[in-house]
């Protein structure tokens, strides 16, 4: 059994809290592709477990790799982000599951294989969606402002379409 230092885990790779202490973002553990690790995988996922993340949601398309959350003891969940139309509801079902998660004061981890514009759209949509900011620019702003990354067409395509799905307030 591993002792120190090396007991905790390491750090994911882009890890960024969106809400501190609530929800956070990351690269996928063990990153993807040609730069994926296993040992890397393994010891990004036992420093999400240490740090007592209740939940990993995974928006990849594919279940690579979630069962090694199972192998670690970490609770997961798995809503593969749609690249049809079916945008909208997708959105409104996962915000709505997000937003309850949050107001059980859970502490969730977010991530896709990357770092991409949809996911960063993803964010600041739910931003706008529960009207913590309201204003599409602004939310945008913010999370560009989180992440050090800026937010192309792909990503303010799924803003707008968080603001149609948004309920009327």
């Given amino acids: 059994m591993a002792k120190g230092k090396w007991a905790q885990g390491i ?15 990351c690269e996928r553990p063990g990153g993807f592709g040609e730069n994926h690790r296993k040992v ?7 420093w999400v477990r240490e740090q007592d ?8 398309s594919a279940p690579h790799n979630l069962h090694n959350y199972d192998e670690m003891g970490v609770r997961w ?7 049809t139309d079916e945008i909208s509801r997708y959105l409104t079902d996962s915000y709505n599951e997000l937003a309850r998660m949050l107001a059980e004061n859970r502490k ?8 991409s514009e949809r996911l960063l759209g993803f964010l600041a949509g739910y931003l706008v969606y529960t009207a ?3 204003e599409p620019p602004r ?5 560009e402002g989180i992440t ?13 379409e968080a603001l149609k799905a948004a309920p009327d307030r």
Avoid: C, N
């Fill in 11 to 25: 750090q994911p790779r882009y890890f960024d809290w969106i809400i501190k202490d609530s929800l956070a973002i």
């Fill in 40 to 46: 890397r995988r393994q010891e990004e996922i036992i």
């Fill in 53 to 60: 993340f209740d939940r990993v949601i995974s928006l990849s």
């Fill in 77 to 83: 969940r798995h809503w593969p982000f749609p690249v």
């Fill in 108 to 115: 969730l981890l977010l991530h896709q294989d990357e770092i």
């Fill in 132 to 134: 913590m900011v309201p």
């Fill in 139 to 143: 939310a945008i702003t913010i999370i």
């Fill in 148 to 160: 050090g990354r800026q937010l192309g067409a792909d990503g303010r395509y799924v803003v707008g």
